[in-house]
């Protein structure tokens, strides 16, 4: 075991990174305790390598994805839950993009488009519209520019708005 210094600065550590790297493991996996589990892991395993790397925010978020993408590997083949076999079936349906009516469809419909997205434009949006990462930390986590988030966000918004304007068309000749 560590001094007691060696203790507190380990607690400071954790407490300022423990919280993104969280919500960053948490994009990935989907689920609340897998991404608690993920981040806890990676500190038990820096605290017993007693290394400092050179680039430790850099070290500690390449580690979360890439712990997370282990993960999602070793899980891979699980079944599908209920929920996303009817998502599956909505978003196969032929039809469904002409009839979508309900707010659980329209919700549907949007994370369909969303996943239609390129990879990594899909991952700023993600990271921006659901996770509320602001413009700089996101430019930050994925070493691109503040001007690259922003273009990524708007060509994101643009896909989906021209993808849904039979919607807000269909809205309006209804009322």
Do not use: C
Not at 8 to 20: H, I, P, Q, T
Not at 60 to 66: G, Q
Not at 83 to 102: G, M, N, Y
Not at 145 to 174: A, P
């Amino acid at each position: 075991m560590g001094s007691n210094k060696e203790l507190v600065n380990f607690e400071v550590l954790y407490k300022r990174w423990s919280g993104m790297l969280h919500q960053y493991a948490l994009y990935f996996v989907k689920d609340e305790e897998a991404a608690a589990s993920l981040v806890n892991d990676l500190f038990v395993q820096l605290w017993f390598n007693k290394t400092s790397p050179d680039n430790l925010k850099g070290y500690l978020f390449r580690a979360i994805k890439n712990s997370a993408l282990n993960y999602l590997k070793q899980y891979k083949n699980n079944s599908l839950t209920l929920l996303e076999q009817d998502d599956l079936t909505a978003i196969s349906d032929l039809s469904f993009a002409d009839e979508v009516t309900s707010e659980s469809e329209q919700l549907v419909f949007l994370h369909f488009l969303i996943s239609k997205l390129p990879e990594r434009r899909q991952l700023v949006f993600k990271m921006h519209r659901i996770e509320g990462f602001s413009y700089a930390e996101i430019a930050e986590l994925l070493q691109i520019s503040v001007r690259t988030v922003e273009d990524h966000l708007s060509k994101s918004m643009q896909f989906i708005y021209d993808r849904s304007q039979h919607l807000i068309h269909r809205k309006l000749t209804e009322a």
